[in-house]
């Protein structure tokens, strides 16, 4: 089993920056790719970013590609979101989870998901 804790959100202003961490326990963590995912209020959960388990593919929503970048550290257990020139629309919960199956653009091929950590821009 996959344990996966988000960190780093927080309220910032539009144009601002923010990196936030999913830090996985086991150690199996290496051989699984990765997603990020935002659900804002109302909204359905949306796929954001993946990366995959050795980091060497990446894949980005249209809505942050060429603002977000997507890393990973597998000896640190650790994933990054890196989020630059963030917008009042990128306001949302965002979780991290590792991919089993498919396409990664859909929640259900997910399997192991963090309990998601707050980013709030305003204007």
């Known amino acids: 089993q996959v344990q996966l804790v988000e960190s780093g959100g927080g309220l910032v202003q539009a144009g601002d920056s923010l990196r936030l961490s999913c830090a996985a326990s086991g150690r199996t963590f290496s051989s699984y790719a990765v997603g990020w995912f935002r659900q804002a209020p109302g909204k359905e959960r949306e796929f954001v970013a993946y990366i995959s388990w050795s980091g060497g593919n990446t894949i980005y929503a249209d809505s942050v590609k060429g603002r977000f970048t997507i890393s990973r550290d597998n000896a640190k257990n650790t994933v990054y979101l890196q989020m630059y020139s963030l917008k009042t629309e990128d306001t949302a919960v965002y979780y991290c989870?590792?991919?089993?199956?498919?396409?990664?653009?859909?929640?259900?091929?997910?399997?192991?998901w963090g309990q998601g950590t707050q980013v709030t821009v305003s204007s």
């Open positions: 989870a590792n991919h089993v199956t498919m396409g990664v653009y859909v929640p259900s091929n997910y399997r192991y």
